[in-house]
């Protein structure tokens, strides 16, 4: 059975040209939609993400240093411990001295040693005051943690609920997008894709609404309108530099307005115009 070979983009008329393009801005739409549907709910997920990574971060940090404060404690006391040793020493050598240099040496050795036992309790009540205010910090912490953490696995869900339910009608779209993108000649396309880009709503193609444009309101004149309906080229507004199509190639139903028939005119007012 022979196969119909696709027909070259390029060979396309205008009118083929701009069906195509209004369909493939249709899918494109309904992809939107689905993206709106889900809202802020992805930046919200990826915000409470990053938070909680550098609040773990944050508690990490907070934990080595307390451990690096108890560290020092234990240092102080070990240093306290062998300065007063060493000033039970001095007072016993001073039993001994056998003069005033000797005597003096002494006192001075053991008057530097309790500056030092001095300091280092000092620095000890200094590193417990820390430990306490770490550790309360590192409370707080890890209870903001559990409640992004908590806040983020209901997100996720609401997220994965929606994602579950639109999931196959986008990938649907999204193939039948891509099949079409391949009957749209490159440059058109490429043009096409930038003046969504550049659009509020992401609209690219628009047909003429009420003798104006679809996608910026303004008025368009009767002579661009004819041309829109002639579809013998590519027209873009010239406000909003969308491309333009006319209603019934976008399968919309124009009410045209009903004329009003003249009124007839009565006997009298006949003979007072004659008259």
Known sequence: ??????????????????????????????????????????????????????????????????????????????????????????????????????????????????????????????????????????????????????DLDIKKSELDEIISETKAEEEKLRERSKNLEVTIEPRLLAAFKRIRRNSRNGLGVVYVQRDACGGCFNKIPPQRQLDIRMRKKIIVCEYCGRIMIDPELAGVQVNKPVEEKPKRKSSRAKRAAEE
Request: hydrophobic share 30%; aromatic share 2%.
């Open 1 to 150: 059975m022979a196969t119909t070979k696709a027909k070259d983009p390029a060979e396309l008329t205008v009118e083929e040209k701009l069906k195509n393009l209004y369909q493939l801005q249709t899918m494109l739409s309904e992809i939107d939609k689905i993206k709106t549907l889900r809202g802020e709910l992805p930046l919200e997920v990826q915000d409470l993400e990053d938070e909680i990574e550098g609040l773990t971060t944050r508690i990490e940090k907070i934990q080595s240093e307390i451990v690096e404060l108890k560290r020092e404690i234990a240092d102080r006391r070990s240093a306290i411990e062998t300065a007063t040793q060493s000033i039970a020493k001095y007072k016993e050598q001073m039993d001994n001295v056998r003069n005033n240099r000797e005597y003096d040496s002494l006192n001075k050795e053991i008057e530097f040693q309790e500056l030092d036992v001095e300091l280092n309790q000092k620095k000890i009540r200094e590193a417990d005051e820390a430990i306490h205010r770490k550790t309360e910090e590192l409370a707080e912490s890890t209870e903001a943690v559990t409640e992004r953490r908590t």
